[in-house]
């Protein structure tokens, strides 16, 4: 059920399947430090739990999301959320099953790659790379 769960993190949070071996792995790396996983999707999966609508479309994750009191809010409660976020493709799975070995901890989208993420060791360079993404959804007018 562990690997089902994280493998339905993963499957929301890239859609590059190239990528969700690397993304898993991040996530691994978080839950061995005693991280916790701070995962996008699951505080949108926990707004639309809250609201009762899983119809609305959430672009971006705002700093008062992250406050929403919810076992699926991966920044409030550490470890993995109680259960999928949603049905993870056997892509998804594997990727969990076969993460990459690597020491990254932090990842954000791309602004240069669409669907892509950026991935660093330290969250100095994170937030570099994080400066750039708020940048450019700000420039896109991004607001929800």
Known sequence: EEVV?????????????????????????RLRKGMLLQADPTVIYAIKKHDNNFNQIIKRV????????????TYMYAGLPPGPITMPDIS????????????????????DRFGYHKFSKTLAQHNVYKAAYVRWLNSQNLRR
Not at 62 to 73: A, F, T
Not at 92 to 111: G, K, M, P, Q, T
């Open 5 to 29: 769960t994280l493998a339905s993190i993963v499957q929301k949070e890239t859609a590059m399947v190239d990528e969700r071996n690397r993304v898993a792995g991040v996530y691994l790396n």
């Open 62 to 73: 705002l700093y008062k999301d992250l406050e929403i009191n919810s076992p699926y809010n």
């Open 92 to 111: 998804s799975i594997d990727a969990v099953l076969n993460a990459e070995n690597h020491e990254y901890l932090f990842f954000v989208a791309d602004v």
